[in-house]
C-alpha cells in the first residue's frame, strides 16, 4: 500500500453542553462504543466497531458547543519529524505536545489552520482491535459489538471558516492531500467550499467558507450501505433526533446521506458509498448555478440552512 504521510482523520474531540445526553445520542443511539470516560475532564472517548485504534471521538462537556480540535494519524514518528518544519515554513507555528498528555497516545504537533481550526498530527495510539482479532478474524463480531446506526468508522468533517484557499494551499502543498472537489461563485469564482483527500475516498476533510473562524459544519461517519442509510434514518426518526437533511445524496463526493444534529446542536452525518478518487483523478469543480445538484442530487433543492447552521 503507497499510503504514508497523514493516513487519515483519527480523532475529533466535540464539544456538549450535557454529557449524559450526548452519551445517549453518541453511545446508546448511534452506537459508538464507549472506551473510556473521565468524570474529573468530563469527557468521554468513543471508537466505531470497525476501527483498531482505542478511540476517534472525544466528547467534551463545556458551555459552548462546537469543535475543539481535529486530530490526523500519520504514518510514524518520522513523518511527524519531516512534517514539522515544513508546517512552520508555511507560516504557522507548531507547538509540541508530550507523549501521553492526551490518553492513549504518543507525542503530537499542534497549530491553528488558517481557517482557525486546532488540528494536531500524532504517529502513534494505543490499538484495542474491533473484536474480531488479526488471526483467522471471520467477517462478523459478536452480537452486540455492531449496535445502533451501524456504525463502521469516523470517515471526515467539514470545517467552517475565512481562508478556505489557504487551507486547501496548506493541505496540498504541505500535507500532499489532493484537491478532490471544489464549490465557487459562478461569477467571481470564489472558493466557497474545498474537499480534499489524502487517500482513495472522495475526501478526508472539507472546508466551508464562514465568516467566523474555527466552526464546526459536521462530523461523518461511514455506514455499510445505503440500506443501513434508510436505517439510520429509521432510528432518527424513533428517537425523534432533529434531522437537517433527510436521506438524499450528495453531488458533491456522490455519497448517500442524512444529516441530523446531536443534543448540543452539533450536526452529524452517516452516509455510505462515493466514488474512488486516484492522485490522477481531476479536480470536479461546482458553480453556484448548480448549487442544488451539487449539494442534495436527488431533490436539487439546496438548502440554506446547511451552509449557515454551524456550531
Ligand atoms: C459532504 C459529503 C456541500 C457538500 C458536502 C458534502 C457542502 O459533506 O460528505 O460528501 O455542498
Ligand atoms: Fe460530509
Redesign the pocket.
Known amino acids: 500500500m503507497a499510503l504514508r504521510g497523514i493516513l487519515r482523520l483519527g480523532e475529533v474531540c466535540i464539544r456538549v453542553l450535557d454529557l449524559a445526553a450526548a452519551r445517549t445520542h453518541y453511545v446508546d443511539r448511534m452506537g459508538l462504543i464507549e472506551v473510556m470516560s473521565d468524570e474529573e475532564d468530563r469527557k468521554i472517548y468513543c471508537k466505531a466497531w470497525d476501527e483498531h485504534d482505542h478511540h476517534s471521538i472525544v466528547l467534551r462537556e463545556a458551555d459552548e458547543a462546537g469543535l475543539d480540535y481535529v486530530a490526523f494519524k500519520v504514518y510514524d514518528d518520522q513523518t511527524l519529524t519531516d512534517l514539522e518544519p515544513r508546517i512552520q515554513a508555511f507560516g504557522l507555528d507548531v507547538s509540541r505536545i508530550d507523549a501521553g498528555v492526551y490518553p492513549k497516545s504518543g507525542r503530537r504537533l499542534e497549530f491553528f489552520l488558517p481557517s482557525g481550526h486546532r488540528m494536531q498530527l500524532y504517529a502513534e495510539k494505543a490499538q484495542i482491535g474491533n473484536t474480531l482479532g488479526t488471526r483467522n478474524p471471520g467477517v462478523m463480531p459478536d452480537e452486540g459489538v455492531i449496535r445502533g446506526f451501524r456504525i463502521n468508522r469516523l470517515d ?1 468533517c ?1 470545517l467552517g471558516g475565512p481562508n478556505i484557499d489557504e487551507c486547501g494551499r496548506l493541505f496540498q502543498e504541505v500535507f500532499d492531500f489532493d484537491l478532490s472537489e471544489r ?1 465557487e461563485d459562478e461569477e467571481s469564482r470564489d472558493s466557497l ?1 474545498m474537499f480534499l483527500t489524502c487517500s482513495t475516498k ?2 478526508d476533510v ?1 472546508f ?1 467558507i464562514q465568516p467566523e473562524p474555527g466552526r464546526f459544519h ?1 462530523v ?1 461517519f461511514l455506514l455499510e450501505s445505503a440500506t443501513d442509510v434508510i436505517h439510520a434514518a429509521d432510528m432518527i426518526g424513533k428517537y425523534r433526533i432533529p434531522v437537517d437533511v433527510g436521506p438524499n445524496r ?1 453531488g ?2 456522490r ?1 448517500n ?1 442524512i444529516y441530523y444534529f446531536d443534543p448540543s446542536g452539533n450536526r452529524n ?1 452517516v ?1 455510505s458509498g ?1 466514488y474512488v478518487h486516484y492522485p490522477d483523478t481531476p479536480t470536479l469543480t461546482w458553480d453556484t448555478s448548480q448549487m442544488g445538484p ?2 442534495f442530487s436527488q431533490d436539487n433543492i439546496a438548502r440554506e440552512s ?2 449557515t447552521v454551524v456550531t
Open positions: 471526515h467539514l464549490i467550499a472522495p475526501h472539507a466551508v459536521h461523518s450528495h458533491v463526493t455519497g446521506t452525518e452516509f462515493g451539487a449539494q446547511f451552509l
